[in-house]
């Protein structure tokens, strides 16, 4: 079956730009996490979606925010562009986004900010 | 606060030798624990997981790690690495009661020379 889709793999913004990113999951997971990846920083929780609702949040500036479809796809915005927000945002389905599941990893969204 | 410690940013290792890869966290409840591994513009694929039991997790490609409670620690090890290990690998956690946020350390970029 199909993996996580993230799309597009490549942006480039200017500061102050917005952007959304859109992420597909594998059919009939319902759990949809995004991280945010840096080479300072490294792997960093945003927020997490469950059935529509956003059941866990990272620490990240209002800037940064998500939704969830009914059919579970996820979109990440993030308004008023910084050049610190210059990352690799990846998308994680889970089946049902239990302690112990796994999640699957999309390839990413390299988003560049000028 | 709760945090994952990578021992080493980087290791190299010859072709066919051992590689053991550390990990340290601290938390003050009960961690779920987690091997992935990351290929150049990839996303992150589970490679092995602790969740309860035995304290020797077997996992894919010949990997294997230990949870020590005591010295809370979970490294992870393959008796004999490939050149196709070379990759970056992170340890991750998710706590008790706290759904699917996942907390990262900063990697460890293996590096297996011929």
């Known amino acids: 079956k199909a993996g996580v889709t993230q799309t597009p793999r490549y942006l480039i913004k200017t500061r102050g730009q917005q952007v959304t990113l859109s992420c597909s999951p594998i059919s009939g997971h319902r759990s949809v996490s995004w991280y945010q990846q840096t080479p300072g920083q490294g792997l960093q929780f945003l927020f997490e979606y469950f059935s529509e609702t956003q059941r866990n949040k990272g620490n990240f500036p209002g800037r940064f925010s998500g939704r969830q479809f009914s059919n579970s796809r996820s979109e990440m915005n993030v308004s008023t562009l910084e050049l610190g927000d210059s990352a690799l945002y990846l998308c994680?389905?889970?089946?049902?986004?239990?302690?112990?599941?796994?999640?699957?990893f999309g390839q990413g969204t390299r988003l560049t900010v000028v | 606060a709760q945090s994952v410690t990578q021992l080493d940013s980087q290791v190299p290792v010859f072709e066919e030798a051992p590689v053991e890869l550390r990990c340290n966290y601290s938390?003050?409840?009960?961690?779920?624990l987690f091997w992935y591994v990351q290929y150049p513009n990839q996303g992150l694929q589970l490679l092995l997981k602790?969740?309860?039991?035995?304290?020797l997790v077997k996992g894919i490609n010949g990997f294997e790690a230990e949870f020590n409670k005591s010295q809370t620690s979970f490294h992870l090890r393959k008796p004999s690495v490939h050149i196709s290990d070379t990759a970056e690998y992170f340890c991750a956690v998710r706590l008790d009661g706290g759904g699917f946020k996942t907390i990262f350390g900063a990697g460890t970029r293996l590096f297996v020379k011929a």
């Open positions: 602790y969740l309860s039991g035995s304290t």
């Open positions: 938390s003050s409840v009960s961690v779920y």
């Open positions: 994680a389905s889970s089946l049902i986004g239990n302690r112990e599941g796994e999640a699957f």
